[in-house]
C-alpha cells in the first residue's frame, strides 16, 4: 500500500464500522514488505500487513496530496488530523 492510498473498511476497526473510510500516511517494511499506516474518518490509525490489507480493507482511490506527506510521529500526525490535513478524503 502507497501512501495516499483511499481504502473503505471491510469490518470493524477502532470504533470503525464497514464502510467508513482511510488513507495511508505511510508505507512500512515489518516482516513482510508492503505494510502501510491508515488513518480514518474518526482521527485513528492503524498498520496493516500485505495480509491484513486483503482481508479487512478495499482500495478506492488515491490522493495525490497525501502522497507526499511525510510521517514523523503520531503526536505530530494527531496534530495534522486535527488541523484538517485529510479533510480532502473525509470531505469534512
Do not use: H, W
Not at 514488505?33 to 478495499?58: M, R, T, W
Amino acid at each position: 500500500m502507497k501512501t495516499g492510498t483511499i481504502i473503505k473498511l471491510n469490518t470493524n476497526c477502532l470504533g470503525n464500522k464497514p464502510g467508513t473510510i482511510g488513507v495511508c500516511y505511510e508505507e512500512y517494511n515489518i516482516g513482510e514488505p508492503g505494510a502501510g499506516s491508515v488513518i480514518f474518518e474518526n482521527g485513528n490509525y492503524d498498520g496493516f500487513s500485505p495480509s491484513e490489507q486483503k482481508d479487512f480493507l478495499e482500495v478506492i482511490g488515491f490522493d495525490n496530496n497525501i502522497s507526499n506527506y511525510k510521517f514523523t510521529n503520531v503526536i505530530q500526525l494527531s496534530r495534522d488530523f486535527e488541523n484538517g490535513k485529510f479533510n480532502s478524503i473525509f470531505k469534512k
